[in-house]
């Protein structure tokens, strides 16, 4: 078992900063920059926090809130701190995790390792341009017909390498405006 949802890496990140209660952090994910990024349901919010318990990432303490209902006060473990920091500083490996993970990564970069956010970006950007050479690479040099048995993954081929492109683009706007 190991993380596999972009919200569990957003919880890691959110308990970077400081402790806090699960609603809290459910409230800080739907109320600002990360709710733009992600979905998550409340139910959802409490089964990663158990995951990532049993995972040994996060740890609780229960706190007595007189006659309501104890909860539960969240802080990263060593181990949950260094596994987001190894994360958190490595480019997606490919395109389609921009929208989500990297812009994760940059909300986190920007808050807790600001003078980090420029490499992460340059880093990015070369992780776009091998994976655009990659796609390039495949690429036939001959015009395919609609009946041809191989148009459309050129189709889909050249669908990834002007997604790809474009993501160039706003990857070296980003960084120019940094």
């Known amino acids: 078992m190991q993380i596999s949802e972009p919200a569990e890496y957003v919880i890691l990140g ?16 739907e109320g600002g920059t990360l709710g ?23 740890e609780a303490e229960i706190e007595s809130q007189g006659a309501r209902p104890p909860r539960k006060i ?11 920091l190894q994360w958190v500083n490595q480019p997606v490996e490919k395109p389609r995790d921009i929208r989500i993970l990297f812009l994760i990564k940059l909300y986190f970069v920007q808050r807790l390792q600001p003078a980090q956010l420029t490499t992460l970006i340059q880093q990015q950007i070369k992780a776009c341009q091998n994976f655009l050479q990659h796609l390039k690479s495949k690429q036939q040099t001959t015009t395919l017909q609609p009946a041809d048995a191989a148009f459309l993954d050129q189709v889909v081929l050249s669908s990834r390498i002007y997604q790809t492109q474009a993501l160039l683009e706003w990857l070296n706007e980003l960084k120019n405006s940094v």
């Not at 402790?19 to 994910?29: D, T, V, W």
């Not at 349901?41 to 318990?53: H, I, P, R």
């Open 74 to 84: 969240f802080q990263l473990t060593t181990m949950g701190h260094d596994i987001f």
């Open 36 to 58: 733009q990024i992600i979905h998550l349901e409340m139910s959802q919010m409490y089964a990663f926090l158990k995951k990532l318990e049993r995972l040994h990432y996060i």
């Open 14 to 29: 959110l308990l970077n900063t400081r402790s806090m209660h699960g609603y809290e952090m459910f409230q800080l994910i």
